[in-house]
């Protein structure tokens, strides 16, 4: 045989080796890329799965806030009724209601004695107090309530202001 023709075989053996080297070099790129692709829209997802859950949650939050709120005045007609009229049968389901209210997370605010702060508060009349610093509730008026911390309904109070300030009126 002639050297020719060993070589040749050879030749074409080792080009057509280099082709699938190649090939697969370039396979396994192609590969990497869509493995990332892939890492990357599996985060995506998950980002997107996290924010459709908060923003139920949050949905959710909002309509029982909503619910909750006209059930407190439901209480507080109830009490009213309960209390005008003397009617423990009434006084019974207002107890109730204020319980479900209680156990759903709803919590009365505290407010006599403490520092008016109009986020939590709604004032409805200032009156001068000696035995008390300005600003600080004298009487609750109407309950206020809060619901996972935050303000379902502002209490309405009366706060003490320093006795002897005048209001300047303008002069018309």
């Known amino acids: 045989m002639s050297p020719d023709l060993h070589t040749k075989p050879k030749r074409r053996t080792d080009e057509k080796i280099a082709e699938l080297e190649r090939q697969l070099a370039e396979a396994r790129t192609q590969a990497d890329a869509y493995l990332n692709q892939l890492k990357y829209t599996k985060a995506d997802l ?17 309509n029982n806030a909503r619910i909750l709120g006209q059930l407190i005045t439901l209480a507080d007609e109830l009490s009213l009724v309960a209390n005008t009229t003397k009617n423990d049968a009434i006084a019974m389901i207002n107890g109730k209601l204020l319980k479900l209210l209680q156990t759903e ?12 702060d109009p986020y939590r508060h709604e004032a409805v009349l200032e009156v001068e ?17 809060s619901y996972k911390d935050k303000v379902l309904r502002a209490a309405m109070v009366k706060v003490a202001k320093a006795p002897g300030k005048k209001e300047e009126k303008d002069n018309v």
Request: glycine share 8%; charged share 35%.
């Open 46 to 62: 998950d980002n997107l799965q996290k924010q459709i859950q908060k923003r139920i949650e949050e949905s959710t939050e909002r």
């Open 105 to 116: 997370g709803v919590a009365p605010m505290e407010c006599k004695g403490k520092p008016f």
């Open 129 to 145: 107090e000696q035995d008390c610093p300005a600003g600080t509730i004298i009487e609750e008026i109407r309950s206020g309530y």
